[in-house]
């Protein structure tokens, strides 16, 4: 490997710049994924009573598997580091953005809803008047908690079973033994902290000026 970070000599022979890279994509895909799933899952769990019952000791025990446990069924389930890294970072993503969704929902004051029922406010109306600009703090609460998770999950996944990425160059620099090894390996856990810190701000950013507008 090289310490010159946007170098490309074909397949997983490339930069710590690309390495990274080619980790956000995968991030980004499984992570919005997550993030449309989760958002309605919560706002479903968040407005029937039934579901919510039915939902949460479901989520409760799944919520609290680790990100590498699901590796191995996603990898029997795909047959491809890939599709199953992006299941990883789903799965692990997902539970934040759902449960602070539904306590969002949940905490819509009673007299939003009294006043939606006395104008008599269709489903749409109540919809973007009242239950997006309410929930939408808390939506990014779990976004923001989710992206940290999904960072964290693909960074374990790559180490592990992946062609190409971040935790596949870190892996790949401890394999590899040589004199550089354990300085390539501190540079490119220093990048994983860094991306993640941009990654949580940007996240953050995009919440508050939403927040901000509503």
Same mark, same amino acid.
């Given at each position: 490997?090289? =310490?010159?970070?946007? !170098?490309?000599?074909?397949?997983?022979?490339?930069?710590?710049?690309? @390495?990274? +890279?080619? #980790?956000?994509?995968?991030?980004m895909v &499984? /992570?919005?994924?997550?993030?449309?799933?989760?958002?309605?899952?919560?706002?479903?769990? &968040?407005? #029937?009573?039934?579901?919510?019952?039915?939902?949460?000791?479901?989520?409760?025990?799944?919520?609290?598997?680790?990100p590498l446990? +699901?590796?191995?069924?996603?990898?029997?389930? =795909? @047959?491809? #580091?890939?599709?199953?890294?992006?299941?990883?970072?789903?799965?692990?993503?997902?539970?934040?953005?759902?449960?602070?969704?539904?306590? &969002? *929902?949940?905490?819509?004051?009673?007299? /939003?809803?009294?006043?939606?029922? *006395?104008?008599?406010?269709?489903?749409?109306?109540? !919809?973007?008047?009242i239950l997006?600009? #309410?929930?939408?703090?808390?939506? =990014?609460? $779990?976004?923001?908690?989710?992206? &940290?998770?999904? +960072?964290?999950?693909?960074?374990?996944?790559?180490?592990?079973?992946?062609? $190409?990425?971040?935790? =596949?160059?870190?892996?790949?620099?401890?394999?590899?033994?040589?004199?550089?090894?354990?300085? @390539?390996?501190?540079?490119?856990?220093? /990048?994983?902290?860094? *991306?993640?810190?941009?990654?949580?701000?940007? *996240?953050?950013?995009?919440?508050?000026?939403?927040?901000?507008?509503?």
């Amino acid at each position: 490997m090289d =310490f010159e970070p946007i !170098f490309d000599d074909g397949g997983t022979s490339k930069g710590l710049g690309w @390495q990274i +890279w080619i #980790s956000l994509q995968r991030v980004m895909v &499984g /992570y919005s994924l997550a993030a449309i799933v989760g958002i309605a899952l919560g706002v479903l769990i &968040g407005t #029937s009573e039934f579901m919510r019952r039915g939902l949460d000791p479901m989520i409760q025990v799944l919520r609290t598997v680790p990100p590498l446990a +699901w590796l191995p069924l996603s990898l029997g389930i =795909f @047959q491809d #580091s890939d599709p199953a890294a992006l299941f990883v970072i789903f799965v692990t993503a997902i539970w934040p953005i759902v449960i602070n969704t539904a306590v &969002g *929902v949940q905490q819509i004051p009673q007299d /939003y809803n009294n006043v939606a029922k *006395v104008l008599r406010l269709s489903g749409k109306e109540y !919809f973007f008047n009242i239950l997006v600009p #309410s929930t939408v703090p808390y939506v =990014f609460g $779990g976004l923001r908690i989710g992206i &940290g998770l999904a +960072w964290l999950a693909i960074v374990a996944a790559e180490m592990l079973k992946a062609e $190409g990425g971040i935790g =596949f160059f870190i892996w790949d620099a401890y394999n590899a033994g040589n004199e550089d090894s354990m300085s @390539q390996i501190i540079i490119a856990v220093l /990048y994983v902290g860094l *991306v993640g810190l941009v990654l949580d701000r940007l *996240v953050g950013w995009l919440g508050s000026r939403i927040v901000s507008e509503k």
